[in-house]
């Protein structure tokens, strides 16, 4: 090699190096300035991560719980200190513990105590449990959301008819949803029942 081009070489080792230096420099002042913001996003995110594995354990350990006190309450279903462990640590099966109890027992207290609970489903089917009467099962069947409305306004038709209203009966068959699971009864009732 000649003088010129190891000159030329060192020239660049030099600038490729200096270049290296300014932007060491440049990221020295930008850690400096945003070091607040970048050890509060690190510790954040750390913070974030040891929150979600303690949640999951906890998730975990009270799922387990619940499966260890709804195996007690299987095996006695007269165990009052598993059914007070389950209803603290989940109510809404709880609930629905004791509306399969009462509608096993045919406990109508105990379907009252379950008319307002947060556990939607298990309300509405202990208020269509206790519906037995025709205007119960009306009422029951006038809300938009009831699980069994089709077949409260069936119950509710049949009661009418075994009265002898049945022009009553008609209206409330009409009531029924088309296209119900309940449409072949409703069209048998109405031919041979509603007359």
């Not at 030329?8 to 930008?30: D, P, Q, R």
């Not at 709804?70 to 513990?97: M, Q, T, Y």
Request: hydrophobic letters at 50%; aromatic letters at 6%; glycine letters at 2%.
């Amino acid at each position: 090699m000649s003088l010129k081009e190891n000159i030329e070489m060192v020239k660049e080792e030099l600038n490729s190096e200096e270049k290296f230096f300014e932007k060491a420099v440049v990221t020295e002042k930008f850690i400096k300035k945003y070091k607040n913001v970048i050890i509060a996003s690190v510790a954040a995110v750390v913070l974030f991560a040891v929150a979600n594995v303690a949640y999951e354990m906890n998730q975990k350990s009270k799922l387990e719980s619940i499966n260890i006190a709804f195996a007690k309450l299987s095996a006695n279903p007269k165990d009052g200190a598993a059914l007070n462990d389950i209803k603290a640590l989940s109510p809404e099966l709880h609930d629905a513990w004791v509306f399969s109890q009462a509608v096993a027992n045919k406990d109508a207290q105990a379907l009252k105590s379950l008319k307002d609970t947060k556990a939607l489903v298990v309300s509405d089917l202990a208020e269509y449990e206790m519906a037995m009467d025709e205007a119960s099962l009306q009422k029951y069947a006038s809300r938009q959301d009831a699980i069994f409305r089709d077949l409260a306004l069936v119950q509710s038709a049949v009661l009418l008819l075994n009265a002898n209203k049945t022009q009553e009966a008609r209206d409330v068959l009409a009531k029924v949803s088309k296209g119900s699971s309940m449409e072949k009864l409703v069209a048998t009732l109405m031919h041979y029942g509603v007359k």
